[in-house]
C-alpha cells in the first residue's frame, strides 16, 4: 500500500457485539445505526476521518457474520480443488467476494468481506459479556484467509466475565487483542486504541498519528467553543431584562406577576438555544430530538434541588460577593430577602429555609424608570442575585461534562436532572474571579467593548475549568 492512501479499517463480527457501537464511538457520529437487533447492518457504510481537509482513516462499518461455516467450507473446497497453498488464500476469499452465487447465498458475509478483499485491515469485536465459544472460530478463520492485518477487541457488554477466555481464544487468531468497552470508551480509550492501529502496517504509522493530533485538537477546539457558548449565555442572561411601558397613573405592582414569568420564560429560552449550541459544538445532532421529552419536566432552572445543587454556599459566596463586588468597583448591595449578605444576618429563618439563603426566591427585582422623553417603564431585571450566575455556570458546565464524557454510541437522553448531579466544586479563585466577571456582566447600560471583554475573560476562565474538568470524573449522586 502506498504511503498517500489512508488507512481503512473494517469493523466485522458476530451480529449485536457492538459492532456499530464501536464505529460510532470512534468516529464521534451518533448517526450510526445502533440496535438492540441483529442485522440493523445491512450494508457496510464508511464513515471517513478528515482533518483540515486531508482523509486520514476510514472506518466501515459492516453486517455481521450469518454463514461463517458455509463460508468456510466453500473456501476449503475451492482450495483443495485448486491445491492451493496458505499463499493462495486471499486470492480465494477475493473469488468468493466476486461471485455471483456467493452473493446470493451470503449476502452479509460477501458485504463484510469486500473492504477486506480491498485492502481494508480488521477489527475484529467479540462480547466479553457471553463465554467463548468455537462457533466464532469459522469467522476468525475465515477472517484468517483474508491475510489482512488484524486486531481483535473484547467489548464487555453487561460483564467483564468472560473477558479472560476470549483473550486465549482470539490470541491464538490475532496478534493483538484489546479489551474496550464500546458504549463507554472515554477519551484516553480511544485515543490509545487508535495508536494502536497505527502498529497493525507500517504505512499506517503517520496517518494514525496525524488522526490522533487530530483528536486532540478536537477535543480542545469544542471546549475552546463551549466555553464561549457558556460566557455568551451567562451575558445574555445576568443582562436580561424584561419591560413594560406603564400608562400615567398605573400601579406598576400590577405587572410585577406576568413581568416575573416572562423574565423566567426567557431565561428558560436563553439556556435551551444554548444547551443546543453546545451539544452541536460536542456533534451531537439527535440528542436534542431525544432530551426534548425531558426538558419539560426538567425545567428546574428555578427549582430548590438546582439552587442546592449548583449555587454556592453561604460563605462562599459572601467572600466571592465581596471579591467582585470590590472589584467591579461598585457597592455590594447584593440585597436578598431584605437583609445585606454581607451583613452576615441569619437571614436564612427570615425568607424560608434553604432557597431564601441561596437567594432563589428572588431572581431580580420589579423598578420603575422613567424614561428620557417623558413616560414610565416597569422592569424586571438584570438580576442582581449574587448567586444566580453560579447556578447558571454550574448548570452549563455539568451539561458539558456530561457531553464531554458521553460517546456518540449512546442513544440514551441527557440525564440533567440536578437531584443525581454530584458537586463540581471551585476553588476559591476560580469563585472570586467568576463573581467579579458576573458582575460586570450584569452592570445595566455595559458597553459593547466591555461586554465583549468581559465574555472573553469569562470564556477562558469557563475553558480553565471545563479542561481541568476533563481530567476527573463526574460522580453521579
Ligand atoms: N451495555 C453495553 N451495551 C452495548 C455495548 N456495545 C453495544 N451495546 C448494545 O448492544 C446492541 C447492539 O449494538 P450494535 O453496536 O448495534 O452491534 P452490532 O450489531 O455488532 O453493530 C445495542 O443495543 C447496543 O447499545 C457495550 O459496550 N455495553
Ligand atoms: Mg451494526
Redesign the pocket.
Known amino acids: 500500500m502506498s504511503v498517500d492512501v489512508a488507512p481503512r479499517l473494517a469493523v466485522v ?1 458476530h ?7 464501536l464505529v460510532a464511538t470512534l468516529a464521534e457520529d451518533d448517526s450510526v445505526a ?3 437487533t ?1 442485522g ?2 445491512r450494508h457496510a457504510r464508511e464513515y471517513p476521518m478528515r482533518a483540515d481537509g486531508r482523509l486520514l482513516y476510514t472506518l466501515v462499518d459492516t453486517p ?1 457474520f450469518q454463514r461463517a461455516r458455509q463460508v468456510l467450507a466453500w473456501l476449503v473446497r475451492r482450495a483443495e480443488e485448486r491445491s492451493a497453498t496458505a499463499a493462495d488464500r486471499p486470492a480465494l476469499v477475493a473469488e468468493l467476494v466476486a461471485d455471483r452465487e456467493c452473493a446470493a447465498r451470503f449476502p452479509d458475509e460477501v458485504e463484510l468481506l469486500r473492504p477486506l478483499v480491498e485492502g481494508a485491515g480488521i477489527l475484529y ?1 467479540v462480547d466479553g459479556g457471553v463465554p467463548y465459544g468455537p462457533e466464532y472460530e469459522a469467522e476468525m478463520e475465515v477472517l484468517r484467509w483474508t491475510g489482512r492485518p488484524s486486531m481483535a477487541i473484547v ?4 460483564s467483564n466475565e468472560h473477558v479472560e477466555a476470549w483473550k486465549a481464544g482470539l490470541g491464538q487468531f490475532f496478534r493483538v487483542v484489546r479489551v474496550v ?4 470508551a472515554d477519551f484516553e480509550t480511544r485515543r490509545r486504541l487508535l495508536l494502536a492501529f497505527a502498529e497493525l502496517e507500517a504505512d499506517w504509522r503517520e496517518p494514525i498519528e496525524a488522526a490522533v493530533a487530530a483528536l486532540d485538537a478536537l477535543r480542545a477546539s469544542r471546549r475552546r467553543r463551549a466555553s464561549h457558548e457558556i460566557a455568551a449565555l451567562l451575558a445574555d442572561a445576568l443582562g436580561l431584562v424584561v419591560e413594560r411601558r406603564l400608562e400615567p397613573d398605573e400601579d406598576p405592582s400590577r405587572h410585577a406577576a406576568e413581568l416575573e414569568v416572562e423574565y423566567k420564560r426567557e431565561l428558560v429560552r436563553l439556556e435551551r438555544a444554548h444547551r443546543r449550541r453546545v451539544q452541536a459544538v460536542y456533534d451531537y445532532h439527535d440528542l436534542e430530538a431525544r432530551a426534548a421529552e425531558l426538558e419539560v419536566i426538567e425545567e428546574d432552572l428555578f427549582s430548590e434541588g438546582t439552587w442546592l445543587r449548583f449555587g454556592l454556599r453561604r460563605r462562599d459566596l459572601v467572600s466571592a460577593g465581596a471579591a467582585g463586588g470590590a472589584a467591579a468597583g461598585g457597592a455590594i448591595d447584593v440585597a436578598l430577602g431584605g437583609a445585606s449578605l454581607l451583613a452576615g444576618v441569619a437571614i436564612g429563618a427570615a425568607v424560608g429555609g434553604v432557597l431564601g439563603w441561596l437567594g432563589a426566591g428572588r431572581l431580580a427585582e420589579l423598578r420603575v424608570i422613567d424614561r428620557p422623553l417623558g413616560g414610565r417603564l416597569a422592569r424586571y431585571g438584570p438580576s442582581r442575585n449574587p448567586n444566580f450566575g453560579f447556578v447558571l455556570f454550574g448548570r452549563a458546565r455539568y451539561h458539558c461534562g456530561l457531553l464531554a464524557r458521553r460517546t456518540h ?1 449512546m ?1 440514551d437522553a441527557i440525564d440533567l436532572d440536578a437531584e443525581r448531579a454530584a458537586r463540581q466544586p471551585l476553588d476559591s479563585k476560580e469563585r472570586n474571579e467568576l463573581a467579579r466577571l458576573f458582575a460586570t456582566l450584569r452592570r445595566p447600560g455595559l458597553p459593547a467593548a466591555a461586554r465583549a471583554e468581559g465574555v472573553a475573560s469569562l470564556a477562558g476562565s469557563a475553558a480553565a475549568i471545563l479542561e481541568a474538568d476533563e481530567g476527573r470524573p463526574i460522580e453521579r449522586a
Not at 468497552?181 to 463507554?184: G, K, T
Open positions: 463480527g451480529p449485536n457485539k457492538g459492532k456499530s457501537s445502533i440496535g438492540a441483529p440493523t447492518t455481521g469485536v467489548n464487555p457488554i453487561g468497552d464500546a458504549l463507554h454510541a442513544r
